[in-house]
């Protein structure tokens, strides 16, 4: 078939089906005369073998009604029946089969144009022009909402696109699938690196796939100078050191530079000429060129969202853990990969008069909100213990704290006392996690006791007491290290038991091994403390 891109008026490849030579010749000769490229055939078997065989289909079979293998009008039939050729345009003629039922009865049976013989030269021509035109323009809009509908898809697969690497990779194959040509696809990433994605395989053609390939691209990408001169002039295009011949000469290449910003840099789409040929093609090269621009700062504006969460998230946390022979401390905090929103999910751990108090908690909520309450709590939480404050105290006071200046928001948090001149724990715990405690021998098990969550404004009970040998480990944790969708939570917590008693001692590692094992699937921040209880220090 003709490309869509031909005009009404443009030659076309026309197969005539006549098993009278002179009838084929004369028809032929007009049509060659026009500019048309014929194929003839003397009867329908031969045109059905010939429309089925390789090579591009004619975009007109003209066919005589009466053939000795099988009338014009079945072969129509046959023609527009098959889908690999239902949309060739037929037209069919007769010098015998001339009245009003058989002319309709042709027109029903699939043909598009019925000429009654002797047809002159310039009514012939006409009509196929006139048809030609027709199944040209059906063909046009048929391409365009094909090449609409693709462009719609690849777009909310680019604004889908986790990550610079896949969206220059679905940008190539979007431009590649929609233009029907190798495509080159470059862009700078959010940092600050440069890729490039392109649909051949390098000395080998085509990937067979299809499947566009990714590399770096090592040095710019993109044309020097201002925005606007590159802009200006858009032919000029990227340096294509690993373009293929089709795309190393600016005179055969087309070139599309989008940005979101004047000052941010562009994704530049680059395709052969001969792909990009109409008002239109050019209008669906440029939406899909900037489209990937506003994608990529989509990624970018994400980036610097997120780094600057990361950034604000962790100056709520301590900078350092204390250093002190009462224990051996470990943190390990991983911000949720999925979002850019800050957590409340927080640690602490400092010396009291009384001994080391530690503590993990969790405010409800991913927002800017919960982490000003996670900043609030935990700095709260220092001061009622560098006071002296025991657990309980320090959870009340807090409790009332939320209710005073923070309505409407909880907290779960767990903090434990471990005395200073013996082996006994405090552990108050306000709905979180229940503490896992490890005993030198290897077994662990949990400290269940617990009240109500921070905020709710209920009284809480006094702190578990519990006394535990020197060298014993004690877990706290957040519900991101041990929550998972469609797995009961008990059943995480047995696995977390069961992995702290197949670890070592030292803190260290064990918080390696649980982040290694468990592998946090990113939907939600995880703070993990590990605590190595030593012996209190005699006098």
């Known amino acids: 078939m003709n490309r869509p891109t031909d005009t009404d008026h443009s030659p076309a490849h026309i197969l005539v089906v006549d098993d009278t030579a002179t009838n084929r010749y004369v028809l032929a000769t007009i049509l060659r005369r026009a500019g048309h490229q014929v194929t003839e055939a003397e009867d329908g078997t031969r045109a059905l073998e010939l429309l089925a065989g390789p090579g591009p289909l004619p975009e007109l079979a003209i066919i005589d009604v009466r053939l000795p293998d099988m009338s014009g009008v079945e072969v129509c039939e046959h023609i527009k029946n098959t889908p690999a050729t239902a949309a060739v345009p037929v037209i069919n003629i007769s010098a015998?089969?001339?009245?009003?039922?058989?002319?309709?009865?042709?027109?029903?049976?699939?043909?598009?144009?019925?000429?009654?013989?002797?047809?002159?030269?310039?009514?012939?021509?006409?009509t196929v022009t006139a048809t030609l035109r027709y199944a040209r323009a059906r063909r046009r809009a048929e391409l365009l909402a094909d090449r609409l509908h693709l462009l719609h898809r690849f777009t909310l697969a680019l604004y889908s696109?986790?990550?610079?690497?896949?969206?220059?990779?679905?940008?190539?194959?979007?431009?590649?699938?929609?233009?029907?040509?190798?495509?080159?696809?470059?862009?700078?990433?959010?940092?600050?690196?440069?890729?490039?994605?392109?649909?051949?395989?390098?000395?080998?053609?085509?990937?067979?796939?299809?499947?566009?390939?990714?590399?770096?691209?090592?040095?710019?990408?993109a044309t020097s100078g201002p925005a606007d001169a590159r802009d200006a002039q858009p032919a000029a295009g990227p340096d294509l050191?690993?373009?293929?011949?089709?795309?190393?000469?600016?005179?055969?290449?087309?070139?599309?530079?989008?940005?979101?910003?004047?000052?941010?840099?562009?994704?530049?789409?680059?395709t052969p000429g001969d792909a990009i040929t109409t008002p239109e093609d050019?209008?669906?090269?440029?939406?899909?060129?900037?489209?990937?621009?506003?994608?990529?700062?989509?990624?970018?504006?994400?980036?610097?969202?997120?780094?600057?969460?990361l950034t604000l998230q962790r100056s709520f946390l301590p900078e350092r853990l204390p250093r002190t022979a009462r224990a051996d401390l470990a943190v390990r905090y991983l911000p949720a990969s999925?979002?850019?929103?800050?957590?409340?999910?927080?640690?602490?751990?400092?010396?009291?008069?009384?001994?080391?108090?530690?503590?993990?908690?969790?405010?409800?909520?991913?927002?800017l909100d919960a982490a000003m309450v996670m900043g609030q709590v935990r700095?709260?939480?220092?001061?009622?213990?560098?006071?002296?404050?025991?657990?309980?105290?320090?959870?009340?006071?807090?409790?009332?704290?939320?209710?005073?200046?923070?309505?409407?928001?909880?907290?779960t948090l767990?903090?434990?006392?471990?005395?200073?001149?013996?082996?006994?724990?405090?552990?108050?715990?306000?709905?979180?996690?229940?503490?896992?405690?490890?005993?030198?021998?290897?077994?662990?098990?949990?400290?269940?006791?617990?009240?109500?969550?921070?905020?709710?404004?209920?009284s809480h009970p006094p702190a578990h007491r519990i006394?535990?040998?020197?060298?014993?480990?004690?877990?706290?944790?957040?519900?991101?290290?041990?929550?998972?969708?469609?797995?009961?939570?008990?059943?995480?917590?047995?696995?977390?038991?069961?992995?702290?008693?197949?670890?070592?001692?030292?803190?260290e590692e064990v918080c390696g091994a649980l982040l290694d094992r468990l592998l946090p699937d990113g939907s939600d921040d995880v703070a993990l403390m590990a605590v190595r209880v030593n012996a209190p220090q005699q006098g």
């Open 96 to 126: 015998s089969a001339i009245t009003v039922d058989e002319r309709a009865h042709g027109l029903h049976r699939g043909a598009d144009v019925y000429l009654v013989e002797p047809v002159a030269p310039a009514e012939l021509l006409a």
């Open 161 to 221: 696109a986790p990550d610079a690497q896949t969206l220059v990779k679905v940008a190539a194959e979007a431009a590649g699938a929609i233009f029907r040509s190798d495509v080159a696809v470059f862009l700078t990433t959010p940092q600050g690196g440069q890729l490039v994605a392109h649909s051949w395989r390098d000395g080998t053609g085509p990937a067979p796939s299809g499947e566009p390939q990714v590399h770096p691209v090592h040095g710019r990408a």
């Open 241 to 270: 050191r690993c373009a293929p011949p089709g795309l190393r000469d600016p005179a055969r290449r087309r070139v599309v530079i989008g940005r979101a910003k004047a000052d941010r840099q562009p994704v530049v789409v680059v």
């Open 282 to 309: 050019e209008q669906l090269l440029t939406q899909l060129t900037q489209a990937g621009a506003l994608a990529l700062e989509a990624l970018r504006s994400y980036s610097e969202e997120h780094a600057l969460a």
């Open 338 to 367: 999925e979002r850019t929103e800050i957590g409340g999910d927080f640690y602490e751990a400092l010396m009291t008069p009384a001994g080391l108090v530690v503590a993990v908690g969790d405010v409800a909520g991913h927002s």
């Open 379 to 411: 700095h709260a939480l220092r001061a009622y213990a560098a006071e002296g404050h025991p657990p309980q105290t320090i959870l009340a006071q807090l409790d009332h704290l939320l209710m005073s200046v923070e309505p409407g928001a909880t907290v």
């Open 414 to 458: 767990c903090v434990i006392l471990i005395e200073a001149d013996s082996s006994t724990l405090h552990i108050a715990n306000a709905g979180h996690l229940p503490p896992l405690i490890r005993a030198p021998d290897g077994t662990a098990r949990y400290s269940r006791e617990h009240g109500p969550l921070l905020g709710l404004g209920l």
């Open 467 to 507: 006394t535990v040998e020197p060298g014993s480990l004690l877990i706290l944790v957040t519900d991101g290290l041990v929550e998972r969708r469609h797995e009961d939570l008990e059943h995480s917590l047995r696995t977390l038991a069961a992995l702290v008693e197949e670890t070592g001692a030292d803190p």
